[in-house]
């Protein structure tokens, strides 16, 4: 019998992920017996699939579209899932499945990277969105000690939805308030998908920002989104969802494999390059 592990990624549809290839690079770097591969699962398919995802031969998975809501109430979460609601990691803890969010750390990671530092100088920040991704982005920033959090968005109900959720660090704003929240930022995040490729543009002034502010972004298709382009013009630091996307990729291979990768130019390369194809 085979030892080789496996994990995977089950949405529907699963095939543009790109979780497999980064997976599978650092697979193939720490020269670890173990395979990634992609699993189309409906919705009405999905409870029975991670009930016995060992039998599928897996020890663990990422969650898409559209099961993350199922990925976070089936298995057991853990206190991150739990707390930002939403998950999309899923692993085997001695043949119980639990569940966790990445989504934190590929945030708070890709910033860190950024912008070694960041948060001991950022009291007040300004995330825009009130989505899954938001939350994320959120509970990160509570987390390293950001005392003020703006969250801005187009339906102000969810905005202030975050504010029962997280407690009144969070202040629900609404999109017309950007220009007075702006002023003096030092950090500004956007989660929600303007931007992306086929969605509208994210268009707002960026001028009243700090000179010292960190502009990040959820949003990696494209690679350099209009927000962080603006962010560049005015000469400031800016962190990408791609990077964001490796650094979220980090705790579910250390639960599969036993292995904590590095994030490295080389990987975030070979994404950049699929994704300037595409
Ligand atoms: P995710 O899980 O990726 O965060 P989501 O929960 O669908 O996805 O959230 C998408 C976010 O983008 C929301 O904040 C959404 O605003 P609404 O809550 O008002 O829907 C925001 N968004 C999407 N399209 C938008 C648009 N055209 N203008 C403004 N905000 C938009």
């Given amino acids: 019998m085979s030892n080789t592990r496996a994990a995977c990624v089950i949405g529907w549809p699963a095939r543009h992920s790109r979780s497999p290839k980064l997976h599978r690079y650092w697979i193939e770097r720490y020269r670890i017996d173990g395979d990634y591969r992609v699993e189309e699962v409906t919705a009405q398919d999905f409870p029975a699939f991670i ?86 982005v959120v509970y990160g920033l509570i987390e390293r000690g950001v005392k003020t959090i703006h969250v801005a968005n187009r339906t102000f109900e969810k905005a202030a939805a975050l504010r029962e959720r997280f407690g009144p660090s969070v202040k629900p704003a609404r999109w017309s308030d950007l220009p007075r929240l702006l002023d003096g930022t030092k950090l500004l995040a956007n989660a929600t998908s303007l931007g992306m ?42 962190s990408n969802g791609l990077d964001m996307l490796l650094h979220q990729a980090v705790r579910g291979f250390e639960l599969w494999f036993g292995v904590r990768p590095e994030v490295t130019r080389e990987l975030f390369e070979l994404l950049a390059a699929d994704i300037m194809k595409a």
């Avoid at 543009?201 to 959820?218: G, M, P, T």
């Fill in 51 to 136: 009930a016995d995802l060992a039998g599928h031969g897996y020890v663990g998975a990422n969650v898409t579209m559209p099961h993350k809501d199922a990925a976070l109430k089936l298995p057991e979460p853990d206190a991150r899932a739990r707390a930002v609601g939403a998950a999309n990691t899923l692993w085997l803890d001695n043949g119980r499945l639990r569940s966790t969010n990445t989504d934190v750390e590929g945030f708070i990671g890709a910033l860190d990277t950024a912008a070694p530092g960041w948060h001991e100088r950022t009291e007040r920040a300004v995330v825009l969105g009130a989505g899954g991704a938001s939350r994320a």
């Fill in 197 to 238: 490729k086929g969605q509208p543009d994210l268009a707002i002034d960026l001028s009243a920002l700090a000179d010292d502010c960190v502009v990040a972004d959820v949003v990696y298709v494209p690679l350099k989104t209009g927000l962080l382009a603006a962010a560049e013009r005015r000469g400031l630091r800016s």
